[in-house]
């Protein structure tokens, strides 16, 4: 059974950065794309962003391309997300999960199950 673990999620004033980290046991990282997704209060779990195995052809939804980079340590397990020049629309649980691309752009969660997901809230 997967356990995904997120962490290095919290407060930040508009502008601020933090680095997400995600571990997981049960599984091996290097035989899947990764990803990140985030739900905000009242919304649906949306994707964010993806890497491939390999750790390139990473892709990131509109909102956050330029400001979220997507990297992965195959060696150690591990997904990270930083996220620079925070916006108050950004503020989410964040959650990380195997991905499968069904289509280019349209990016959907592998394993079943999810880990408790890290707090982020930007401040405006």
């Known amino acids: 059974q997967v356990q995904l673990v997120e962490s290095g999620g919290g407060l930040v004033q508009a502008g601020g950065s933090l680095r997400l980290s995600c571990a997981a046991s049960?599984?091996?990282?290097?035989?899947?794309?990764m990803g990140w997704f985030r739900q905000a209060p009242g919304k649906e779990r949306e994707f964010v962003a993806a890497?491939?195995?390999?750790?390139?052809?990473?892709y990131y939804v509109d909102s956050v391309k330029g400001r979220f980079t997507i990297s992965r340590d195959n060696a150690k397990n591990t997904v990270n997300l930083q996220m620079n020049n925070l916006k108050p629309e950004d503020t989410a649980v964040y959650y990380c999960?195997?991905?499968?691309?069904?289509?280019?752009?349209?990016?959907?969660?592998?394993?079943?199950?999810w880990g408790q997901g890290t707090q982020v809230t930007v401040s405006s």
């Open positions: 890497i491939r195995w390999s750790g390139g052809d990473a």
């Open positions: 999960n195997a991905v499968y691309r069904r289509a280019n752009s349209d990016y959907a969660p592998l394993f079943g199950s």
């Open positions: 049960g599984r091996t990282f290097s035989d899947y794309r």
